[in-house]
C-alpha cells in the first residue's frame, strides 16, 4: 500500500520502490538479482531503481562492499510500503498453507509455520454463489434451510445483503420474510437455494448488521503487575485499555472468542487473561440483538 505522495514517480517505479522497502525490511539486504526476478526489469533498470531510491531518500539503505549487497541503513523508513506486521505473518501463515496470496514472490524467508486446524465446512458452491448473485443484484433467495431450533429442514424466503465470517463458519445475512426479521443464516446449513424475484427490503434497516458497538478491555485484574503489563503488550493496550469496535449482528462471535461470553469469575485468571469493563452496556445490546 502506497502511503505517501510521490507526483514524480510512475505506478512501476513507486511498486519496484514498494518491493525495494518490503525486501529491505523482511529481509534485511536485496541485490540487483532480486529486483531483476521479481519486478522482472533489466539490471541496468534495477540499478537505476536502487540507486533512485538512494538518492531520494539518503541513509534509509546502503551498498555494503563486503556483503557486496545492499542492506538497511540507521535511518530507513517506509515511504512507499505500509509495514503491518499482522498482515505479514498472515500471508506468511497463508503462503504455507498452500493459498495464493498477491505479491507471494515478495517474500524470501519462509519459516515453519503452524496454524490451528479447523474442521473443513460443507459449503456448496451453488449456495455460495447464489447467495452473493442475491446480495449483488437485489433478489430474494429460496432455501431450504437446517436450523438448530428445528428438528427438520424448513423453507423459507429470503432477502441477502451480506456475508461474515465468524472465525469458523461463514453466514449469510439475510431478511428472512418467514420470521420477519434480519438474521444469519449459516451457509453450510443451506441444503437447496434458488435465486426468484427482486428483494425490496433495504439492508439499512439492519440495524444490527449497520450499527458498531465498542468492546472495552483490559488485563484481569487478578494478575500480577508483571502479567497484566504483558496482557496488555499482547491486545495493545494504552493506560491499561484497548477499544475492540465489532457490529452488532457479531456482537455473540466476538465476545466467545475472545472468552467474554461467561462470567468472569467463571475462569481462571491465568486462562482467561482478559475482562470486559463495559459488561453491561454490551450485555444490554447482546440482549436487544437476540430479541
Known amino acids: 500500500m502506497i502511503v505517501r505522495d510521490t507526483p514524480h514517480l510512475t505506478r512501476w517505479q513507486r511498486d519496484r520502490r514498494a518491493f525495494i522497502e518490503h525486501r529491505i525490511f523482511w529481509h534485511g539486504s536485496i541485490g540487483l538479482a532480486d529486483l531483476m526476478s521479481v519486478m522482472e526489469i533489466s539490471r541496468a533498470q534495477a540499478s537505476k531503481d536502487l540507486n533512485g531510491y538512494i538518492a531520494d531518500h539518503p541513509e534509509h539503505l546502503f551498498y555494503d562492499k563486503s556483503a557486496r549487497t545492499y542492506v538497511m541503513g540507521e535511518g530507513f523508513d517506509a515511504h512507499y510500503l505500509s509495514i503491518d506486521p499482522a498482515e505479514y505473518l498472515a500471508d506468511l501463515a497463508a503462503v504455507a498453507q498452500g493459498a495464493q496470496v498477491p505479491k507471494s514472490d515478495w517474500i524470501v524467508d ?151 461470553d461467561t462470567d468472569p469469575e467463571a475462569r481462571a485468571p491465568q486462562d482467561q487473561h482478559i475482562v470486559l469493563v463495559n459488561r453491561s452496556e454490551v450485555q444490554a445490546a447482546l440482549g436487544r440483538q437476540s430479541a
Request: glycine content about 6%; aromatic content about 8%; hydrophobic content about 40%.
Open 110 to 260: 519462509h519459516p515453519s509455520i503452524l496454524t490451528p486446524t479447523v474442521p473443513a465446512r460443507g459449503l456448496r458452491a451453488t449456495t455460495v454463489r447464489n447467495v452473493l448473485m442475491a446480495c449483488a443484484q437485489g433478489r430474494q433467495l429460496s432455501v431450504t434451510y437446517q436450523s438448530m431450533s428445528s428438528p427438520k429442514p424448513i423453507g423459507r424466503d429470503i432477502a441477502p445483503h451480506g456475508v461474515a465470517h465468524d472465525g469458523f463458519r461463514w453466514h449469510a445475512r439475510a431478511y428472512c420474510f418467514r420470521d420477519g426479521i434480519f438474521k444469519d443464516f449459516v451457509l453450510s446449513r443451506i441444503l437447496t437455494s434458488q435465486l426468484s424475484g427482486t428483494s425490496e427490503i433495504d439492508a439499512q434497516l439492519d440495524t444490527d448488521w449497520v450499527e458498531p458497538i465498542t468492546l472495552q478491555i483490559a488485563a484481569h485484574p487478578a494478575l500480577s503487575d508483571n502479567q497484566r503489563r504483558v496482557v496488555e503488550l499482547d491486545y495493545g493496550m494504552t493506560n491499561g485499555t484497548a477499544e475492540v469496535v465489532v457490529r452488532k449482528c457479531l456482537l455473540f462471535y466476538n465476545l466467545k472468542r475472545l472468552g467474554l
